[in-house]
């Protein structure tokens, strides 16, 4: 006699983070406290998982927050993150944090993007980089990378282009590999087709840029007739509890040579 298999939805998709985080049953069964016989049935449908162990093994998969509610949405049951938009009441302390975050970061500049790259909120720092920049790729929603990649934003004004438009598209790449976003591919597919402008395209870069930044690849950019150079940080939400909260990202850009710090700091009144 046969067992009937059930639906096996949630055990292909839990099967498909396996197989990305390359991962065996086994090894995912020992970090689950669970056995590969029984991450074997999950992901054939012979067995249900518990709401309980879905959530365990997305978290030992490094499962995005918005992915697990999929998840159990996937093995029939309620999603347990709730999706709790930016403006909303409860989201006040967040953002006044954020805020004065930003803030306290000026003179230099930072900002704040969601899962698709929309600048949620930025600092006086970014704004000082905006001159020159079309007014179309200013109205809101502002897009991060629409607005670095666009020739009409700050593409034509940096001068390693070819590597940090470089650096951008495998961060996208790398984020469309987890989040599974068809917006976000869409993002992708349109900065990736803006041609690099040919005085860019045929300079390698600053011969001296790797002597000159031997630990992270900067950002040089031209600004009031000179050359400033930023390494960029991004920083997430430590454990996020909510959909929303688990998408931002605070992204900071720290001089990446005295030049360009003293030319911050001379404008700070």
Do not use: C
Not at 14 to 34: F, I, K, N, T
Not at 94 to 121: F, I, K, N, Q, S
């Amino acid at each position: 006699m046969t067992t009937a298999a059930l639906d096996t939805g949630v055990g292909l998709l839990l099967r498909g983070w396996r197989v990305q985080r390359r991962l065996s049953q086994l090894e995912l069964a020992l970090r689950a406290d669970s056995s590969a016989r029984h991450i074997s049935f999950i992901e054939t449908g012979r067995s249900r998982p518990s709401e309980e162990m879905v959530l365990r093994l997305a978290e030992h998969l490094d499962v995005p927050v918005r992915e697990r509610n999929a998840l159990l949405l996937a093995a029939g049951y309620a999603p347990h993150y709730a999706q709790t938009p930016l403006d909303d009441p409860a989201m006040s302390s967040l953002r006044a944090g954020m805020d004065r975050l930003l803030r306290a970061y000026e003179p230099y500049p930072a900002l704040m993007v969601d899962a698709t790259y929309t600048v949620l909120a930025a600092n006086r720092g970014i704004e000082m980089l905006l001159d020159g920049v079309a007014g179309h790729l200013l109205t809101p929603p502002v897009n991060a990378m629409r607005l670095t990649l666009h020739p009409e934003g700050l593409a034509p004004r940096i001068r390693n282009l070819p590597q940090w438009r470089g650096h951008l598209l495998e961060q996208m790449e790398r984020q469309i590999a987890l989040l599974r976003s068809d917006a976000l591919r869409a993002l992708y597919e349109e900065v990736a087709a803006h041609p690099v402008p040919a005085t860019h395209a045929a300079e390698p870069g600053d011969p001296g840029e790797r002597q000159a930044f031997p630990f992270a690849l900067p950002l040089r950019i031209e600004h009031a007739g000179r050359v400033l150079s930023f390494i960029s940080t991004i920083a997430t939400f430590n454990t996020p509890m909510d959909v929303t909260v688990s998408e931002l990202a605070i992204e900071t850009f720290l001089p990446a040579d005295p030049e360009t710090a003293k030319y911050l700091q001379s404008l700070t009144p």
